[in-house]
């Protein structure tokens, strides 16, 4: 299809006529009408109709402006960057991240990346919620382990994985009795985790005495003594490096990948692509747990 068309198209509908279009922006009216009739005739459908001030939309008509409305304007501003301001970013960028890694990181690499690109405006939103992107106006979302979705592209800047961490106050079982353990929110109903330990494989097998949200609350909740939890590396490699909590394994199959990820029909803009760089750029050693760990006071 041609994307001149599309852009005609545009610039008709947005001035409701050939002429006005025309004049607003200094392109022949003659041009405006062959090109829109050449997008009608390719999508066998009738875009405008006669209105009482001008051209009026059909509804097919409305439905394309509405969807390449938006796509235009997103390539005109991808265009003027690239050509204007490649090396010096600018303008609003909407990111949504984990609570956990907010609390974490997310400040000093949200307060450097502002340091070095103060046009930017960054809009931070801490919560785990998985946002949707294209629908809520967001630049760039970092996720954990996402769901594959078509609409979205990204890259690994970080990864991490589970470790079934204790107070040394209690001992690891050598036989099928329970432990107590403290669970990550209200859903999680496990009764056991297998684990990975010095020795091999093992069962865990666990009753819950408390079900908490937050995993910072967590890791305090079991510094005390009061039960085992799953918790990421990067949260207690340093409770573990001076004995505050002991490993008992790492949980089969918990790899947290962490992902920058953007809508994929949108041109990467420089705002984003200087933040994706940034986000790789903090983790050098390929985004090991110790990596994400050394932003903990």
């Known amino acids: 299809m041609d994307l001149q068309a599309l852009v005609d198209f545009n610039l008709v509908a947005r001035f409701q006529g050939f002429g006005l279009a025309a004049r607003a922006t200094g392109r022949a009216k ?11 005739k390719n999508l066998n459908l009738q875009l405008f109709e006669p209105g009482p001030r001008g051209l009026k939309l059909t509804e097919e008509g409305r439905a394309l402006y509405e969807r390449t409305g938006a796509l235009l304007n997103e390539l005109d501003e991808s265009m003027r960057e690239i050509a204007q301001c490649q090396n010096n970013p600018k303008g609003r960028l909407r990111i949504s991240a984990p609570v956990l890694f907010s609390q974490i990181a997310m400040g000093t690499l949200a307060g450097a990346f502002a340091l070095q ?7 931070l939103t801490s919560e785990d919620r998985e946002v949707d992107l294209v629908e809520e106006g967001y630049d760039l ?13 990204g890259r690994i800047f970080l990864r991490d994985r589970l470790v079934a961490v ?47 949200s937050s995993l910072i609350v967590i890791r305090d909740a079991v510094r005390l003594g009061l039960g085992v939890a799953c918790l990421p590396m990067s949260l207690v490699s340093r409770d573990l490096a001076v004995g505050t909590l002991v490993s008992w394994g790492v949980v089969d199959g918990s790899e947290l990948n962490y992902w920058a990820v953007y809508p994929s029909r949108r041109l990467l803009t420089a705002r984003v692509s200087a933040f994706i760089e940034h986000l790789i750029g903090a983790f050098p050693l390929g985004g090991e747990p110790e990596e994400l760990a050394a932003f903990i006071p």
């Open 141 to 153: 979302a970092i996720r954990t382990n996402p769901t594959p979705d078509e609409r979205l592209a």
């Open 117 to 123: 690109y103060p046009e930017v405006r960054l809009e």
């Open 166 to 212: 204790a107070s040394s106050k209690i001992k690891q079982p050598t036989n099928r009795s329970s432990v107590p353990a403290i669970l990550h929110g209200r859903d999680d109903q496990r009764t056991f985790w297998d684990v990975v330990g010095l020795t091999g494989r093992s069962r865990i097998t666990i009753y819950p005495v408390a079900h908490m």
């Open 30 to 40: 003659a041009t405006l009408s062959r090109r829109v009739a050449e997008l009608e």
